[in-house]
């Protein structure tokens, strides 16, 4: 089963930076795409980038130019670098990978950002 730890969440003024972590189990990247979404209060979760197998990521347009997704795969982390934060930013934010043959999807515990005005 995959495990997956994220980390470096916390409390930043708007316009501050922060760079959250996952951690997978070994081998985990394997045929998976790798996700970060987040989830604020009385909203649905959404996505906020991802990397596919070819190593080709997407971006909310809401992050686009702000937020950069990363993996190393030799250390089976996955690196989410957050840049000009906004409040509207404040969210929890989850780690998630998706096989791409079974579609089994594994989540992270989250990691709480909140940004102040």
């Known amino acids: 089963q995959v495990q997956l730890a994220e980390s470096g969440g916390g409390f930043v003024q708007a316009g501050g930076s922060l760079t959250l972590s996952c951690a997978a189990s070994?081998?985990?990247?394997?045929?998976?795409?790798i996700g970060w979404y987040r989830q604020a209060p009385g909203k649905q979760r959404e996505l906020v980038a991802r990397?596919?197998?070819?190593?080709?990521?997407d971006y909310a347009d809401s992050v686009k130019g702000r937020f950069t997704i990363s993996r190393d795969n030799a250390k089976d982390t996955v690196h989410l670098q957050m840049n000009s934060l906004k409040p509207e930013d404040t969210a929890e934010y989850y780690c998630?990978?998706?096989?791409?043959?079974?579609?089994?999807?594994?989540w992270g515990q989250g990691t709480q950002v909140t940004v102040s005005a």
């Open positions: 998630n990978l998706i096989d791409i043959w079974s579609g089994q999807a594994d």
């Open positions: 070994r081998g985990a990247f394997h045929n998976r795409v």
């Open positions: 990397i596919r197998l070819d190593g080709n990521t």
